[in-house]
């Protein structure tokens, strides 16, 4: 843990822009993660830590056009109470329940889970299936700039983003699942909560004409990065809802992931509970 010389508490985006564009800066929200990464001394604190938790304009779900815009600093506890979220995308609300304590649950950002860029984020697997884009903040030459991502295209390795140091994330945006959207989360470890997953999968689509429809998939835990499940949703898409084109699914998921011998488990027991994941999904939610 390295010395912190300065401490910020800022009440606005532009402030902590600027803040961010002075630098070297650790910016703290609900402190879930860095905290302890700094206690464990994977994680050293710049020399400013700048305190986010104040800038109210992070927080909050709101209906904008055709899209839900949640802010980064929007807690756990909040997208599992959201009257938006349970109506719009109830599979968040489902995923933060699962999501640690109810006392993290209360401290933990969608930001920061984000942010900290795990493979086995659980918001993440969702968002990925949402479609959801992050907005990017930054100050240049003395006016705020901001940069859209694609969720999927944020992560670039295990705990490694496309946040440029000069950079806040500020909202993320999802593009309200059209009618008759359903979808479920799940994720397999040794307790339903307080645990990392040893895999996790989220389904979103619907049924059209007895076909599968507008299917998204993505995988947690089981590559370097939280993936699309891109060769799975082509196995899916316009095909019946039958055991054979969830079968013809089940063998595309080999496509998709990549996942790795450790002490929390096998590879070959990853690629079993994804596919088991997924199947029980498309079995429960789609098909039965």
């Known amino acids: 843990m390295s010395q912190i010389e300065n401490y910020m508490a800022v ?36 020399p400013t830590l700048m305190n986010i938790r104040r800038v ?25 109470t959201d009257d938006i979220v349970q109506k719009h995308c109830p599979i968040l609300s489902q995923t933060a329940d699962q999501f640690a304590s109810a006392q993290i649950r209360n401290m933990a950002t969608l930001g920061g889970n984000i942010c900290n860029a795990s493979p086995a984020g659980d918001m993440l697997v969702p968002l990925i299936a949402l479609d959801a884009e992050v907005e990017l903040v930054s100050k240049v030459d003395g006016a705020l700039e901001t940069r859209y991502l694609p969720l999927e295209k944020f992560f670039t390795g295990p705990g490694a983003s ?12 999802i593009p309200v699942p059209g009618k ?18 040893i895999a996790a999968v989220a389904v979103i689509g619907r049924i059209d004409g007895g076909n599968f429809t ?6 947690g835990a089981v590559a370097p ?33 990549s996942p790795i011998d450790d002490v929390r488990a096998s590879q070959w027991y990853r690629r ?14 789609f098909t039965g």
């Open 11 to 46: 009440d606005s985006i532009e402030a902590a822009a600027e803040t961010l564009a002075a630098g070297p800066v650790t910016v703290l929200a609900g402190g879930t993660d860095l905290m302890l990464q700094a206690e464990a001394g994977t994680r050293t604190y710049a």
């Open 56 to 80: 109210a304009e992070l927080r909050g779900v709101h209906l904008q056009g055709g899209s839900i815009r949640i802010g980064a600093l929007t807690t756990m506890t909040d997208l599992l």
């Open 162 to 173: 496309d946040l440029r140091d000069n950079e806040i994330l500020t909202v993320i945006d």
């Open 180 to 197: 008759g959207a359903r979808g479920a989360f799940r994720k397999f470890g040794p307790r339903p909560s307080l645990e990392i997953a």
């Open 214 to 219: 507008d299917m998204r998939v993505a995988y």
């Open 225 to 257: 990065t939280p993936v699309r499940g891109r060769n799975t949703e082509a196995a899916l898409e316009g095909k019946p809802a039958s055991p054979e084109t969830i079968a013809a699914a089940l063998d595309a998921v080999e496509a998709d992931i």
């Open 272 to 285: 079993h509970l994804t596919r088991a994941l997924t199947e029980e999904i498309l079995n429960h939610v």
